[in-house]
């Protein structure tokens, strides 16, 4: 990378950046995946590490989240950007330069950030945990030159038509810069008490409705009909689904906190939007599975339509849950347990990791011009990732029905705490297989680069697949 | 950007721009991804109409509230009676309480769906009783009083005023605030418009591309 960081835009290849922001993700994926282990394997077993602070579930929690969230997530959705935006104008990154520039100040950055909150520097603010300053890295030095890359590249494209996947990408970077901004203002100004909880809980609620979802979304309108070769089903419904994200997706914020002195008017307003976020997932949902028509043996025979109709199919129990989880009828019931841990790693874990990975997969065996190493390890990984997250969801969801239970008729502290041990163990085996697939994959990328069979001139990964 | 209303469910653009639409669409490669132009099929319609509606059957606040002291003031009133204190003596509790709730459903209650929703034991009616008669002897209007464990308290629900307000648009002194939460309020007014408003624009947008009876030939991609 070094190298590149002040050799000329034009000497840099095509594709460098979102190689960078690829293999940071997945190695992001592999860290953030094993303090997730690591701090589950804390939850099951009380007596593992004890006695040192670093090493305390306070410390590691938010370590855990933000790698996730900003390693993986985030840099692979940058990863996406950085092919998939420019092949869809026919055209080159407007530069490769502020690419690496930006994988390179991304990176720095998150290890800074995360370095301190391990040391227990922290706003102390659920998703918006990093301190201050490092909230400015993020804006200045991460989203800002993401943005002026997409932006720049769209603006230069070599067609008059701007396909779904770019409307998606170039305003969700717009949408997530907003977000940050206005967001952490609690953490500029020092506000307290319940304008801090609300700006915490908006921020939250739309890093993952106008970030996360849109853009795994987008990775998804554009692998399924590259892969399978069929036209998308509708361009119609893609319009519908991109305003009913903006839309519906961008007010619910206070059903984050059904239970607080927030006027009522402002709670029944964010909980009917709440259940509206079904309307993007239909249509996203029905346009995605009706462009796979004539086509459903990629998902058996391809490993990026195999990840990407599964997280495809995840949106479904994933907007089912979140719209109804919601309402004054159910949230009393469910708030503040394991439900909601287990809702949040459907979201992440299940529907966006699911999209990501698949575009990672394309992303680097397109670029690198490499078939993959092995498709069986890929199939290892598919496997090892979606029976351990499944794992993980089930056993958090019965988790938080029990500690549900308990809230209402307030059983001791303690009695829930040995009840939910079971399903603790069960959280721990499910999340310590996801963190195995990943080390897996890194493996297999790894020797994609260094030793896949090269893909001649004029052919697509996928079709290589079988072939030997 | 021209625009016909002469049949806006069929296409808000003049046939001039929808050429030129169809011709960007069937000759442009955007990556080397077609797009087809086909319309949501029918029953997902259908589903979309179901979830606009159930978002606001679902979220009304008469689901999932404490419960009010007012359900129980029926209760409470039974609890001193010969026949009550009889079965406490004889019986126990559980049977008195029992006698207790099929007197009141006898009776008639207007509470009785959320009295089978919050049901309670004669230990909790206890805990509660003297607070509820306390209330009642002020002359306290019960449905504003919420059951929070064994305490009887002032629900939290702030409403509109129940007198004038002041030119800051507080109540005036003296007046107090609505604390029975209504099953609607102005939240759900603005939903309506806000969805209104959205299915207007999205059907706007949509209405300005070739309607979907044309079919994109994707032969002709370079």
Redesign the interface.
């Known amino acids: 990378m070094f190298k590149y960081l002040f050799a000329k835009n034009e000497e840099i290849p095509p594709g460098t950046a979102a190689v960078y922001f690829g293999f940071s993700s997945i190695l992001w994926f592999v860290i953030g995946t094993g303090l997730g282990s690591f701090n589950a394997a804390k939850l099951a077993f009380p007596d593992f590490v004890t006695g040192y602070e670093y090493f305390s579930f306070g410390h590691m929690r938010q370590v855990h989240v933000m790698a996730v969230i900003f390693g993986w997530i985030s840099m692979a959705f940058a990863m996406a950007m950085m092919y998939?935006t420019p092949?869809?104008?026919?055209t080159r990154l407007w530069s490769e330069k502020l690419g690496i520039w930006n994988c390179f100040l991304w990176n720095a950055g998150l290890s800074l950030g995360l370095t301190l909150l391990w040391m227990g520097m922290t706003s102390g603010r659920e998703y918006s945990d990093f301190p201050w300053f490092i909230d400015l890295v993020v804006l200045f030095g991460v989203i800002l030159p993401l943005g002026i890359n997409v932006w720049m590249t769209i603006m230069k494209r070599r067609?008059?038509?701007i396909?779904?996947t770019n409307w998606f990408f170039g305003s969700a970077v717009f949408m997530v810069w907003i977000v940050l901004l206005v967001g952490n203002l609690p953490e500029y100004f020092q506000l307290t008490g319940l304008t801090e909880a609300y700006l915490t809980w908006w921020f939250a609620h739309n890093v993952l409705g106008l970030w996360i979802t849109p853009v795994a979304a987008a990775i998804a309108y554009?692998t399924v009909?590259?892969v399978t070769g069929n036209?998308?089903?509708?361009?119609?419904?893609?319009?519908?689904h991109f305003?009913?994200v903006v839309?519906?997706y961008s007010?619910p914020a206070a059903h984050h906190l059904m239970s607080s002195?927030l006027p009522?008017?402002?709670?029944?307003?964010?909980?009917?939007?709440?259940?509206?976020i079904?309307?993007p997932a239909?249509?996203f949902v029905?346009n995605l599975l009706?462009t796979m028509t004539g086509k459903w043996r990629f998902f058996v025979d391809n490993v990026e339509i195999k990840f990407t109709i599964t997280g495809v199919l995840m949106a479904i129990p994933l907007n089912m849950q979140g719209?109804?989880q919601q309402?004054?009828?159910?949230?009393?019931?469910i708030h503040g347990t394991g439900w909601i841990v287990a809702h949040a790693h459907l979201a992440l874990l299940g529907f966006s990791t699911f999209l990501e990975a698949a575009a990672v997969y394309y992303g680097l065996q397109t670029i690198m011009r490499r078939k993959l190493y092995s498709l069986t390890l890929a199939n290892f990984h598919f496997w090892f990732l979606l029976i351990g997250f499944t794992i993980y969801w089930v056993s958090m969801t019965i988790a938080g029905l029990i500690q549900g239970a308990a809230k209402i008729y307030?059983v001791p502290y303690i009695d829930t705490v040995i009840a939910e041990h079971p399903y603790m163990i069960a959280r721990w085996v499910g999340g310590t297989m996801v963190f195995t697939g990943n080390l897996v994959w890194l493996y297999n990328m790894w020797m994609t680069a260094r030793a896949g069979t090269a893909i001649p001139a004029g052919r697509l990964p996928h079709e290589l697949a079988y072939e030997r | 950007m021209a625009w016909k209303w002469d049949s806006p469910l069929y296409s808000l653009a003049d046939e001039e721009q929808n050429d030129r639409a169809r011709k960007v669409w069937e000759g442009e490669s955007l990556g080397g991804i077609k797009e087809d132009n086909n319309r949501l099929p029918r029953p997902v319609v259908w589903l979309l109409g179901l979830t606009i509606i159930s978002a606001f059957l679902m979220t009304f606040p008469l689901w999932g509230q404490r419960p009010t002291a007012a359900i129980y003031a029926d209760y409470i009133a039974l609890m001193d009676t010969p026949e009550v204190q009889e079965l406490v003596e004889t019986k126990g509790d559980d049977a008195a309480m029992q006698y207790i709730v099929k007197t009141v459903k006898a009776t008639g209650s207007k509470w009785e769906a959320l009295q089978d929703r919050h049901p309670l034991t004669m230990n909790d009616l206890r805990l509660i009783k003297d607070q509820v008669i306390e209330l009642q002897n002020a002359g306290a209007d019960l449905e504003e009083y919420s059951i929070l464990g064994n305490q009887v308290i002032i629900a939290n629900f702030e409403g509109n005023c129940k007198g004038p307000m002041n030119a800051a648009g507080n109540c005036a002194e003296g007046v107090e605030r609505e604390r029975k939460q209504p099953w609607w309020d102005r939240g759900y007014t603005i939903d309506i418009f806000y969805v209104i408003y959205f299915c207007l624009a999205v059907m706007i947008a949509i209405k300005r591309l070739p309607n979907h009876n044309w079919k994109p030939d994707h032969t002709k991609h370079h």
Not at chain 1, 264 to 276: I, M, P, Q, R
């Open positions: 998939i092949a869809l104008g026919n067609t008059q038509g396909y779904t554009y009909p590259k036209p998308l089903y509708s361009h119609r419904i893609g319009h519908l305003w009913s839309v519906f007010t002195p009522e008017w402002l709670k029944s307003f964010a909980s009917v939007e709440g259940v509206l079904l309307v239909i249509a029905s009706l719209g109804f309402t004054r009828a159910i949230n009393w019931y307030e």
